[in-house]
């Protein structure tokens, strides 16, 4: 008997037209088509697990690259964000500087002649 993909199907009990054979091939026949498809159903799951250990594997490596990145550029974050603010204190030191040496003798000069 043959199925709708093409492969053997193995009857499990003999039918009513058919005569029951003493010598047990047919148990034989049954027993191997089975053990086959055991084999065939291992086959298949390691070759999934296999495939599924392998994604694992390669997303494993991805997410790590990603995390390292992440660590690299907060670490650079961290270096900017310092020497903006280093910036910054520069700035206003040099902002108070000129207000002190050039604007506050005007202001000074201003206030004398009134």
Known sequence: MIDASGKAVVPFAPGSRDAPKEDGKEIDTCGRAIVAL?????D??????????????????KLQAAE???????ADMRHYRDRATRA???????????????FAPKVAAVNSRS
């Open 38 to 42: 055991l084999s065939e159903a291992a």
């Open 44 to 61: 298949t799951a390691r070759a999934t697990c296999e495939h599924a250990m392998s994604t694992a594997q390669k997303l494993s490596q």
């Open 68 to 74: 390292d990145q992440i660590k690299h550029l907060d």
């Open 88 to 102: 910054e204190k520069w700035l206003a030191t040099i902002q108070n500087e000129i207000e002190q040496k050039f």
